[in-house]
């Protein structure tokens, strides 16, 4: 980032009395990145989380040397995290898969064979999982982190070609209930509103989210706000874990995990009996629904002044727990509503359980009686976890239920569109929905699932209750296709790894938490024979259409026929995703081409419907007139916010009357705490990336539990002691930290290992919304037990 | 900066640099810039005449964080030093159990100083305004006291930091000879040179 003129001068200024005195302070640093003094900078966006950090990755004779932020850029104003800093590092690693690898049992050792044979091997596996057992018995599982070309074309072939909706991602497991509430609540998915609020607002309403450590740069952002206002801005944070996000908080609500939907209608109580909601807002663009026998149903205010009524701080604060009070919940409940701005940020603590979709909705419902939406300031924002979850997998269609474009499989209207724009036969789509996460992975359990292709994640690592998972993947009736650029715990189950290229090494869009679409170009060849993803589908898809004799899946591939894979393909897919399947969706992003996104420091904000528009940003903030051109478009009324979203016809907000619902499985005599896990500043997700940058992994070499001071003087716990975690599914064995964070009753782990003994994600449970179909990481019941004294453990990275 | 701190940070370095150079003389002491005494070490004057070398807290670490100085290091030699960045002290405190001279005087972990924590704001690169990094801060045992962050920024307090070096091992920043964007400075060389810091 840029130094300010001051800044500057200061460093100057000791420069120059340091060579006075004979002596060099140390500005020119060895080994560092940022000093690194790159020839050429390529503008991206960083490959972790779902911030959306604009970063220059530098490079000195055509090598990545070093990357920094963009200080020009809306997202980040120039910072990035130390993982992001270094993720350079992982492009010249010499752990990276060069060439495809194939064996065809899982017990042999994998041996090198050419593209050719691999992508022959992948369409025979596919074509004769379809020949024998029908095209649901093919699976395609893709990621947050893939490009939205991959999974656009990856779905495409999948749909189209393979006639199969048997088309996921990892996103089911962290921002499926997100949309879920989104979609119910707004009847679009997607925040409303952009990062820009924060420093708008004046309220901070921060649930179930250590953005601290998983979202630290856009944290910085609300930190100043905070810390520029002392006093007119107000953060709660509401979490069952004192993290550095209560740092920074006035009030910092600490309850019972699971019971944050009791706390929330309390919270909407208070706002109704203090007469602190706003009638108009309500009237003109709200009304409420119930579910009865499993139906939704219209009811009015008073039905839900009733339903909220139940909820009384006295009763929800016995319900919660902790340190909750009925005056701070009366206290957090003015506070969000009196404020000239509240935003709310949450992320896997609402999104990872059981009903997670309520936990959504009561959050929403928290705004729109307040009023607190789509004014500056005022936003319901969900943070996303990866950088393309929004972008590639949400919009991009990259989930069993949904199309590209917002389009739900299931409507007859949307799913004939997407044919005809495809060109291929009407009824090729089949109209039911796939199969979500945990069924898809129970299914392969079973062996009903014959051929899957595994692309840039590891679920034999992420899926909770992971040792049930892996005994599916472990079969050699089910053809495992990788595509990667490390190792990982589901390569170690693959019969087939394909060598990936990395980012920056080909050419895509990433879309962030705030709507917002980066282009990453090519800027790096990637090692050895490795190639984009895009490039295997493609060449993969021709194969197929041949072995399984069937034009259609040629035809799903013939625009980009010969395209080079390093740019001009993925701009090709891009075009026609854009400029087909978004064009008159609430995703427009018609006018964000490659040529505007490439000029922007910072992307595009959907609605972007004409490259103007487009070429100023995008959309700040939705659904409000003289912002959002769909806004003006779609208007029907002379009031100022028109929410056209595609899921409500009736133009309305939903307000939800949602009952407590506790947790799929609560602590008993036989496994009295509350398990959490959660994630470190410094690690991506598994570590197959970030454990391979030696000053990341030196700092965080193994994960640890964090341990109550009051539980681990009960359990006899020293700090470093190791403890075992068990639960009704598997035991880790790790060591504990003790430390004022986790509530009194509940341990939290880390999953940030891949070592066996370690890997939290065996002990986790695999309950799921009903609604979203997420499962609850977030919640289960384990025992703790000190084993031993402290041991010095080895740091674990799968290799081949 | 102040020009104060500025001034103090001078006077710093100017009598830390050169004894970290200082490790392999025949009389001069092993201790410096993270070569640290295990807990509860009584002060480096009278250590030599006290440790009888015999190896007994190098033996219990589990973290093998303790290593026993070879013949280079001259009447130094078989007594237990720790290199903070290679493998730092993770005070597990089993070594001022088993010492049989009361070197090591038999101390809690939060009594422990076997040093001071020091950020080099001119090499931190959270200091310096470039990424957001707060390894330091994750690592530390006592994190919120030994270690706070102001804005984002770590800050050592003196009265908590028990010098284990767990930041400077964690810290990603290395420059010259080793050194890193934190370090702990050995105590009874800090009262040595400049107070106070």
């Not at chain 1, 190639?531 to 041949?546: F, G, I, N």
């Not at chain 1, 030696?694 to 700090?719: C, F, H, Q, T, W």
């Not at chain 2, 509860?40 to 026993?68: D, H, M, N, W």
């Amino acid at each position: 980032m840029s130094i300010t003129r001051r800044e500057f001068l200061k460093r100057t200024a000791a420069l120059t009395a340091a060579s006075y005195v004979g002596m060099n302070l140390p500005f020119s640093l060895e080994g560092e990145s940022h000093a690194a003094d790159a020839d050429k900078w390529v503008k991206g966006v960083c490959r972790f989380c779902g911030t959306g950090c604009r970063v220059e990755l530098g490079l000195k004779n055509g090598k990545a040397v070093a990357l920094r932020g963009v200080a020009d850029s809306r997202t980040n104003l120039g910072y990035v995290c130390m993982k992001g800093m270094l993720f350079y590092k992982i492009i010249g690693h010499p752990d990276r898969f060069t060439k495809p690898l194939y064996r065809a049992k899982k017990d042999q050792p994998f041996k090198t064979i050419t593209w050719d044979e691999a992508l022959d091997i992948a369409a025979k596996e596919f074509a004769n999982a379809v020949k024998t057992s029908g095209n649901d018995s093919v699976a395609y599982y893709g990621s947050g982190q893939a490009l939205t070309e991959e999974t656009y074309l990856f779905q495409k072939v999948m749909r189209a070609g393979l006639q199969t909706n048997n088309v996921e991602g990892n996103p089911r497991l962290c921002m499926a209930s997100a949309v879920g509430g989104y979609l119910t609540s707004f009847g679009a998915d997607e925040p409303i509103g952009s990062y820009s609020n924060i420093e708008k607002a004046s309220c901070f309403f921060i649930i179930g989210s250590n953005m601290a450590e998983a979202h630290p740069v856009v944290f910085r952002r609300v930190m100043r706000r905070k810390l520029d206002n002392p006093n007119s801005v107000k953060v709660i944070n509401v979490d069952p874990r004192i993290s550095p996000t209560s740092r920074i908080a006035d009030l910092h609500l600490q309850f019972k995990p699971g019971t944050d939907l009791a706390l929330m209608n309390a919270m909407a109580n208070v706002i109704i009996e203090e007469k602190l909601y706003d009638e108009n807002f309500i009237n003109n663009y709200c009304v409420f629904k119930a579910v009865e026998d499993d139906k939704p149903k219209g009811v009015d205010f008073e039905a839900y002044k009733k339903f909220v009524a139940e909820y009384t701080p006295e009763k929800a604060a016995q319900l919660c727990g902790g340190n909750i009070t009925p005056e701070n919940i009366r206290k957090a409940a003015r506070m969000f509503a009196k404020s000239p701005g509240t935003m709310s940020m949450w992320c896997m603590g609402i999104n990872q359980r059981l009903r997670g979709v309520w936990a959504n909705n009561l959050i929403n419902n928290l705004h729109m009686i307040t009023g607190q939406l789509c004014k500056p300031g005022a936003d319901s924002l969900s943070l996303t976890g990866q950088p393309n979850a929004c972008g590639g997998v949400r919009e991009g269609g990259g989930l069993c239920h949904i199309l590209p474009g917002h389009r739900p499989v299931a409507k007859d209207k949307l799913r004939n569109q997407v044919e005809e724009i495809w060109g291929v036969p009407q009824g090729r789509i089949p109209p039911k929905p796939g199969l979500h996460t945990i069924a898809m992975f129970s299914a392969v359990n079973e062996g009903k699932i014959k051929a899957i292709w595994i692309h840039c994640t590891s679920p034999a690592q992420s899926l909770p209750n992971a040792d049930h998972y892996r005994k599916g993947l472990r079969r050699d009736d089910v053809f495992v296709v990788c595509t990667d650029i490390f190792p990982t715990k589901t390569t170690e189950l693959a019969n087939l790894i394909l060598p990936a290229a990395f980012h920056f090494e080909k050419t895509g869009v990433y879309g962030c938490t705030e709507r917002r679409s980066q282009i990453t170009p090519k800027a790096v060849n990637p090692p050895g024979e490795a190639k984009p993803e895009v490039w295997m589908v493609r060449e993969w898809a021709l194969k197929l259409s041949k072995e399984l004799n069937d034009p259609v899946i040629k035809k799903s591939v013939e625009p980009f026929i010969g395209l080079e894979e390093g740019f001009a393909l993925s701009k090709a897919i891009w075009d026609e995703y854009t400029q087909k399947l978004t064009k008159g969706r609430d995703n427009d992003l018609t006018g964000a081409t490659y040529d505007v996104l490439l000029k922007m420091a910072d992307g595009v904000q959907w609605p972007a419907p004409t490259t103007e528009f487009a070429l100023k940003g995008g959309t700040e903030r939705k659904f409000v007139k003289g912002i959002d051109p769909l806004a003006d478009k779609l208007s029907q009324d002379d009031k100022p916010y028109q929410f056209y979203g595609p899921a409500h016809e009736d133009r309305k907000l939903y307000i939800w009357l949602r009952p407590y619902n506790g947790a799929a499985e609560e602590p008993d005599a036989e496994y009295p705490y509350y398990l959490s896990t959660g994630r470190i500043i410094d690690h991506w997700h598994t570590t197959s990336m970030t454990g391979r940058i030696p000053e990341i992994m030196r700092a965080n070499p193994y994960s640890y539990v964090e341990i109550n001071p009051k539980d681990a003087a009960k359990l006899g716990i020293k700090p470093g002691d190791m403890v075992e975690v068990e639960s009704r599914r598997g035991k880790v064995v790790m060591p504990a930290k003790v430390i004022e964070g986790p509530i009194e009753g509940m341990v939290f782990a880390y999953w940030h290992d891949m070592d066996e003994e370690r890997m939290i994600n065996k002990v986790c449970k695999d309950a799921f919304d009903p609604g979203s179909k997420e499962p609850e990481f977030k919640i289960s019941a384990c025992r703790v037990k000190r084993v031993s004294g402290p041991k010095q453990l080895k740091p674990y990275i799968v290799t081949m | 900066m102040e020009r104060r701190h500025f001034l103090k940070l001078l006077l710093s370095t100017i009598f830390v640099l050169p004894t970290t150079k200082a490790d392999a003389g025949f009389l001069s002491s092993p201790v410096a810039t993270n070569r640290l005494r295990p807990p509860g070490a009584v002060s480096e004057e009278t250590f030599l005449g006290k440790c009888i070398r015999c190896g007994r807290c190098v033996e219990v670490c589990p973290y093998r964080s303790i290593v026993q100085l070879d013949m280079k290091n001259g009447v130094h030699a078989g007594t237990p030093l720790i290199l903070a960045e290679t493998v730092p002290c993770y005070l597990c405190m089993k070594c001022v159990e088993v010492c049989p001279t009361g070197t090591l005087k038999k101390i809690s972990q939060e009594e422990t100083r076997m040093g001071i924590a020091v950020v080099n704001r001119f090499t931190c690169i959270t200091w310096r305004g470039e990424a957001i990094c707060r390894t330091c801060y994750n690592v530390c045992p006592f994190k919120e006291k030994a270690i706070r962050l102001d804005e984002l920024r770590p800050v050592v307090d003196e009265k908590y930091c028990t010098g284990c070096g767990l930041c400077v091992h964690g810290c990603p920043i290395t420059w010259k000879e080793g050194l890193k964007a934190i370090n702990v400075e050995p105590i009874h060389l800090m009262k040595g040179s400049t107070q106070g810091i």
